[in-house]
């Protein structure tokens, strides 16, 4: 019985934080975007500029496309602009980042 309820307090805990971490990661995405210096390249909510249109792009392919660019693998058209200003974003950081464009 004792590990019953141990186990039910577990499962609530575990549905509160995965509803209270959506918003969260969200607005941890909005500050890093701004924070790391995107939105100088990449407009205002990723709407676009010297970068391209980031806002509503699917997440997982932020997330591959950006480490990608931060690594050196991608070195087509104008990463190479882009690399050497991301080498210090986490792959954490970009996780949270795509979260947020891929909902705008
Ligand atoms: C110095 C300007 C600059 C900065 C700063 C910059 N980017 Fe970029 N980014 C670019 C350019 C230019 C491209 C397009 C590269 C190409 O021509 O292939 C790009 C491409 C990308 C792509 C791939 C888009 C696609 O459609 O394939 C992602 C994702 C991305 N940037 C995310 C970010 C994030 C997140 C940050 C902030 C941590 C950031 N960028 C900072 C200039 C920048």
Same mark, same amino acid.
């Not at 407009?43 to 699917?58: F, I, K, M, N």
């Given at each position: 019985m004792k590990l019953y309820s141990g186990i039910v307090v577990a499962a609530i805990a575990s549905i509160s934080i995965m509803i209270v971490s959506t918003p969260n990661v969200y607005a941890e995405g909005k500050s890093l975007f701004a924070s790391n210096g995107c939105e100088g390249c990449h &407009?205002?909510? &990723? @709407? &676009?500029?010297?970068?391209?249109?980031? @806002? &509503?792009?699917?997440e997982k392919y932020l997330i591959a496309q950006f480490k990608l660019i931060r690594d050196d693998e991608r070195t087509t058209g104008l990463s190479g602009m882009m690399a050497p200003a991301v080498k210090n974003v986490s792959d954490e950081d970009i996780s949270s980042m795509a979260a947020y464009l891929s909902g705008l």
């Open positions: &407009g205002h909510e &990723g @709407a &676009g500029s010297v970068g391209p249109r980031l @806002a &509503g792009q699917q």
